[in-house]
């Protein structure tokens, strides 16, 4: 027995060795040297010596939660929070209705509908790099499209990106753009879920098709509404490439700066490798708490009868 | 009574029709919205240098020249950062996929002790997204004189646990009495592994090497983090340099951005079905 044990690890660790090693050294060292790190004030320039000569290294560099401390008292980190909270309470509800929108459009089987899909689906596979690249250039307050669109309806459109008040909303429409194929593609699997009867019995009984859509499709598609909620609500807070590329200074004021903005500043333009390291675990914490607070909830809200 | 009939179905009818219309009319509206920033692009990169700057906008090019790219693919750095970005993502997916074929598969039919844990421990790190570890992970590079090496970025893919967890799905549905069978026929685990386990896995490993491709072919964050040389860089890294280089040409920039939608693109129209899988899947990585 205890032979039959041995000889299937044995036959096992051939295939595991590979993301074994892969997960101990890029996930979990990383990990752990990420704690050692936000508790020092090491700028990332000196040498770490964290394995050669552990000791010596947290000798010099050791300054205890001070990283945490500094974070969570600087008027700064409010900001940062602010500006993430400002893009999730844009972000979500636009979302949420344009990829309704398209799941609505997608589910109605009227004919061509997969050049829609097709089309829709374009910015999703788009990097945000060119995505981001070509919102910058669309919302250019002079020559842009957005602005000149707005100006043949006589309005006249604000400065988005060079504006402390339009540039987080700037940055909404361009996420909006982006991910709403991907959310609305999802919501229309969850659609295609929904027992056609339902919908029969309830014309029926003379139920118009808003009292449908309020009655049957949002309540069964509670589970999948729920999910698309949570993923872009933890999405909020990485926000990085479309915010490094559209304000590459952290907006005017401000007013675009984010957690992994931040993180990525802190290490590499200041040199404060102790900073973003405690940076890193305060984003972490907020992430594990999100998961968290979506198993607690998911049992309340999500409605799974079928 | 008949006609009262008729008349009703008639307005059935009439109102089938106009709620067709409506979706066709709402269903072009949301693709006229998703195309203007794409159609913005590309009339941008067929303006000459003064064009992009001309009020009122020119909605057609007046004078369409391909003078953009000719600079673009005039410059060293960007013909190379194609290169670099094709070399990186075809290594890292054929690494990604072999790596967690390879866990699933001891993970699913291999029985041994302490499997479960292995795989529980494995499935929390999908919680951990690099925008977490990146800074540790450039430490790591860095003693190890891994950064400024396109290669490095395939030891970043020997484990990937939405990877393992795909192909773990995908195998648990295979029977393992073809396992059986080939062990009573005294072939090796490896055998089985690359002759029955690799190609009854063939539709899950397409799913997974598109939704690989892309996301290595898009990437910025480690791609910024890892490489400082130039010669280096891949094509989002290069792009992000150029907006910054050329400021206000915004015709070379949407051009190298159009350059860079193109192979995904491709790769788009001919798998489609692929991406449909791998977003219902990708459901899981939540």
Same mark, same amino acid.
């Given at each position: ?77 409010? =900001?940062?929070?602010?500006? %993430? !909270? ?9 979302? @949420? #209705?344009? *990829?309704? $929108? ?109 009292? =449908?859509?309020?009655?049957? %499709? !949002? ?9 698309? @909620? #949570?993923? *872009?609500? $933890? ?72 | ?286």
């Amino acid at each position: 027995m205890k032979n039959s044990r041995l000889a299937s690890w044995k036959t096992a660790l051939p295939f595991l060795l590979p993301s074994l090693a892969g997960f101990v050294v890029f996930s979990i060292i990383p990990m752990i040297m990420q704690i050692f790190v936000s508790l020092t004030s090491w700028d990332g320039l000196s040498e770490l010596t964290l394995f050669s000569d552990f000791s010596g290294f947290m000798d010099r560099f050791y300054v205890g939660i001070e990283n945490y401390k500094e974070i969570l008292t600087s008027k700064e980190f409010y =900001q940062v929070i602010g500006n %993430t !909270l400002e893009f999730v309470i844009l972000y979500i509800p636009l979302m @949420l #209705i344009a *990829s309704m $929108i398209v799941a609505l459009i997608l589910n109605s089987h009227v004919k061509g509908v997969g050049i829609f899909r097709v089309l829709y689906y374009i910015p999703v596979i788009t990097s945000w790099v060119a995505g981001a690249l070509i919102w910058k250039w669309v919302l250019s307050p002079e020559y842009g499209a957005i602005n000149n669109i707005l100006a043949l309806f006589g309005i006249e459109g604000p400065s988005w990106l060079q504006s402390s008040k339009w540039a987080m909303p700037a940055i909404v429409l361009a996420s909006v753009w982006k991910d709403m194929g991907y959310f609305g593609l999802m919501l229309m699997s969850g659609l295609q879920g929904i027992n056609q009867e339902y919908y029969d019995a309830a014309a029926i009984d003379g139920a118009g098709k808003i009292k =449908q859509f309020t009655r049957i %499709t !949002l309540p069964l598609l509670t589970p999948t509404l729920f999910f698309v @909620l #949570i993923i *872009s609500l $933890i999405n909020s807070f990485q926000l990085f490439t479309q915010i490094m590329i559209m304000t590459p200074d952290g907006g005017p004021l401000g007013s675009t700066m984010v957690m992994v903005e931040r993180i990525y500043k802190c290490g590499f333009r200041y040199y404060e490798m102790g900073t973003a390291a405690a940076y890193s675990w305060i984003l972490f914490a907020i992430l594990l708490l999100l998961t968290m607070v979506q198993m607690k909830l998911q049992n309340k809200w999500v409605n799974y009868d079928d | 009574m008949t006609n009262a009939k008729t008349s009703s179905l008639t307005g059935l009818k009439q109102r089938r029709i106009i709620g067709k219309v409506a979706f066709y009319v709402l269903g072009l509206l949301v693709a006229i919205i998703v195309c203007i920033p794409f159609y913005w692009m590309i009339i941008t990169s067929l303006k000459g240098r003064g064009a992009i700057m001309s009020i009122p906008v020119e909605w057609i090019p007046k004078e369409p020249t391909l003078d953009a790219y000719k600079k673009l693919f005039a410059m060293p750095e960007f013909v190379g950062s194609i290169f670099n970005s094709f070399y990186v993502s075809v290594l890292c997916t054929a690494v990604r996929l072999l790596c967690a074929a390879m866990a699933a598969f001891a993970l699913t039919k291999i029985p041994f002790k302490g499997r479960n844990a292995v795989f529980g421990i494995y499935v929390t790190a999908l919680m951990i997204p690099s925008q977490i570890t990146f800074i540790p992970l450039f430490i790591i590079m860095t003693n190890m004189h891994l950064t400024n090496s396109l290669n490095a970025f395939m030891l970043l893919q020997l484990f990937n646990a939405f990877a393992i967890f795909m192909m773990r799905q995908k195998m648990m549905t295979i029977n393992d009495a073809y396992i059986e069978a080939a062990v009573i026929d005294g072939a090796s685990m490896w055998r089985i592994f690359f002759k029955i386990i690799l190609p009854m896995s063939g539709s899950a490993m397409a799913t997974l090497a598109i939704l690989a491709f892309m996301d290595m072919w898009n990437d910025y964050l480690l791609p910024l983090v890892l490489l400082s040389d130039r010669s280096k860089f891949t094509l989002p890294l290069l792009l992000s340099t150029l907006s910054g280089q050329y400021k206000n040409q915004y015709n070379l920039t949407m051009a190298g951005a159009l350059i860079s939608i193109i192979p995904i693109l491709i790769v788009y129209i001919f798998a489609q079905k692929y991406f449909k899988e791998g977003l219902t899947v990708g459901g899981v990585k939540g």
